[in-house]
C-alpha cells in the first residue's frame, strides 16, 4: 500500500500549487503526478511517487553513500567490532 | 529501474548477510513494520540468508488488512447508493467486511470503481457532475497527503460532489499499542520508510526512548533492509537504542513540511477501531470540521454497522506479531487469497498473502494436514 517508486521528473506545468504537474518517466512509461508536495522539483530531479504525488526528491549522493558503505573493500575490512 | 536495480545488487546483499552473521552474537528480534517490507523480505528470501537465531517479526503496516470491518459495510452500502460511484484503491474491492465487500456490492449492481490516485476520483467528479463521487480512503501517513491534496482541489475547482469516507491510520499509536503489549517479543524496529517521508524520524525518538528500542528508518529493497537489521544489531548488540536515518536518499530527518501542512490542514487525529487490535488512541485521521462538505461520513446517512465475524482466522495476532501466518489453523485451507477468511490474506501486502505466494511448502503442509483431518 505504501508502495512508490522512483521516477524522473522530464516536464514540469501548473501555476497554482494545488494543480501543479509534472511528467515523470519510469522507465519509459510516462505518467503525470501531482507534484504539490514537493514544489522545489526541477526537470532532471528523480522523484519518489506514491498514489499519484511525489512524496520526496531522490538524494542521488545519500543514494551513492549507502551502496558505498556495502563496497567490497569496506566490508572485508571490518572487523565485528568497528562501525561504519 | 535508477535507484531500484542498485538496491537489488545480489553481490552486495551476500556481503551484508555475511557482515550479519559476523556481529550477531544472540538471538535477536527484530519487527519490520510496513507490508512492503514483509512482501519484499519473502519475495526475495531475505529471511531465508539472516542468522538462525534472529526473528523477523510482521508488523501492521498494511493499511488494507486493518482497516475495520464496519467501514467496508459502510463504503459497500454507499456503494449501492442511487448515483453514487465509490472509487478506492484495487487492494479494497476483496476485504470481507462484517457482512459485505465491496466486490459483491459491484455485482448487486453497486458503481464501484478502482482509481490509481485520489486525484483521479477528483478528475472523475468533475467529469460527471451529476454523479456524487466517493473516495474510500485507506493508507497511512504516507497515502493521506493525497487525500488532502484530492480535497483542497476538489475544493479549488468549487467541486459539490466529490467526498472522502475515511478509513486513515497512524502508524505511531499503534506501535504504542503493540509495544505495550506484556506478548511483545519486539527488540528492534525497521521504522517504514515512506511513511517517514512524510513524518520525517522526530516522532520515533520518544518511543525509542520509553521502550528502550533502536529504531532504524528503512528502504523497501533487499539491500535496504538488510541495512536496517543490521543497524538494529549493531545497536543492539552495543545496549544503544537510537533513531537512525538508513533511508536518506528519500527521508529528510524532518519529513515533507508541505505534506504534513496539507494533512493538518484536512484531517485531524480521532480515536479509531483497528481490525483484530483494540481501538486506538488517536491511531486514525477524520477530516476536520471545516471540510464536512468533503466527508461521506457527514453528508450521507449511513447505517452504523459493526458485525464481527467469527471464524478460525487468527488475524489480530498475525497484525501484532504474535504469531506467524503458518500457525494459523486456516492457513491454505480453507483460507488462500481467493477465498479470504481475513484481511492480511487479502491485500498483496497482507503477512499471510506473501506467505502464501513465496512459501508453496508451507501451503503444501496444510493441505496435507486438512487431507489427514477429512
Avoid at chain 2, 146 to 161: D, E, M, S, V
Avoid at chain 2, 297 to 317: D, N, Q, R, Y
Wanted: glycine share 8%.
Amino acid at each position: 500500500m505504501c508502495l512508490a517508486i522512483p521516477g524522473k521528473v522530464i516536464e514540469l506545468q501548473g501555476e497554482h500549487s494545488l494543480e501543479r504537474v509534472g511528467r515523470i518517466d519510469f522507465n519509459g512509461i510516462l505518467r503525470d503526478v501531482s507534484v504539490a508536495c514537493t514544489p522545489e522539483v526541477k526537470v532532471g530531479d528523480y522523484v519518489l511517487v506514491h498514489a499519484g504525488f511525489s512524496l520526496s526528491i531522490v538524494d542521488e549522493a545519500e543514494a551513492l553513500a549507502l551502496l558505498a558503505t556495502f563496497a567490497d573493500e569496506v566490508v572485508h575490512e571490518l572487523s565485528p567490532e568497528s562501525p561504519t | 529501474m535508477k535507484y531500484l536495480d542498485e538496491f537489488r545488487d545480489a553481490a552486495i546483499v551476500q556481503r551484508q548477510a555475511a557482515l550479519l552473521h559476523r556481529i550477531t552474537t544472540r538471538p535477536w528480534t527484530i519487527m519490520e513494520i510496513c507490508g512492503g517490507q514483509t512482501h519484499a523480505i519473502l519475495r526475495f528470501g531475505i529471511d531465508e540468508i539472516l542468522p538462525p537465531s534472529m526473528t523477523l517479526i510482521h508488523g501492521p503496516g498494511c493499511p488494507v488488512c486493518v482497516t475495520p470491518a464496519s467501514l467496508i459495510d459502510q463504503a459497500a452500502f454507499l456503494s449501492n447508493l442511487p448515483g453514487v460511484v465509490l472509487c478506492t484503491y484495487g487492494d479494497m474491492l476483496r476485504v470481507p467486511g462484517g457482512k459485505d465487500d465491496l466486490q459483491s456490492a459491484k455485482a448487486r449492481g453497486g458503481d464501484v470503481r478502482m482509481v490509481y490516485s485520489p486525484l483521479d476520483a477528483v478528475e472523475l467528479a468533475q467529469w460527471e457532475p451529476d454523479c456524487e463521487v466517493v473516495f474510500f480512503a485507506v493508507g497511512f501517513e504516507t497515502t493521506i497527503p493525497g487525500t488532502a491534496l484530492a480535497i483542497l482541489r476538489a475544493k479549488h475547482r468549487g467541486l459539490r460532489n466529490f467526498s472522502v469516507l475515511s478509513a486513515h491510520v497512524r502508524v505511531l499509536p499503534a506501535l504504542q499499542v503493540i509495544l505495550q503489549e506484556p506478548a511483545c517479543r519486539v527488540q528492534g524496529l525497521l521504522a517504514a520508510g515512506h511513511v517517514c517521508t512524510v513524518t520525517g524520524c522526530g516522532e520515533y525518538e520518544p518511543l525509542a526512548r520509553e521502550f528502550k528500542i533502536p529504531v532504524a528508518v528503512t528502504g523497501f529493497e533487499p539491500v535496504d533492509i538488510l541495512d536496517g537489521i543490521i543497524e538494529c544489531v549493531r545497536q543492539l548488540e552495543q545496549g544503544t537504542a537510537q533513531v537512525v536515518n538508513r533511508y536518506a536518499r528519500s527521508v529528510r530527518a524532518a519529513g515533507n513540511p508541505v505534506a504534513q501542512a496539507l494533512v493538518h490542514e484536512v484531517f485531524e487525529p480521532v480515536d479509531m477501531e483497528w481490525r483484530g487490535l483494540p481501538e486506538i488512541p488517536e491511531g486514525g485521521f477524520k477530516l476536520r470540521n471545516t471540510f464536512q462538505e468533503f466527508d461521506a461520513a457527514a453528508k450521507f446517512a449511513i447505517p452504523g454497522m459493526t458485525l464481527a465475524k467469527v471464524s478460525e482466522c487468527i488475524a489480530g495476532a498475525i497484525l501484532q506479531g504474535i504469531k506467524k501466518p503458518g500457525e494459523c489453523p486456516a492457513f491454505g485451507h480453507p483460507c488462500t487469497p481467493l477465498n479470504p477468511l481475513g484481511a492480511p490474506m487479502v491485500s498483496s501486502e497482507g503477512a499471510c498473502a506473501a506467505y502464501y505466494r513465496y512459501r508453496p511448502q508451507l501451503v503444501e503442509i496444510a493441505t496435507q494436514e486438512h487431507r489427514r483431518g477429512e
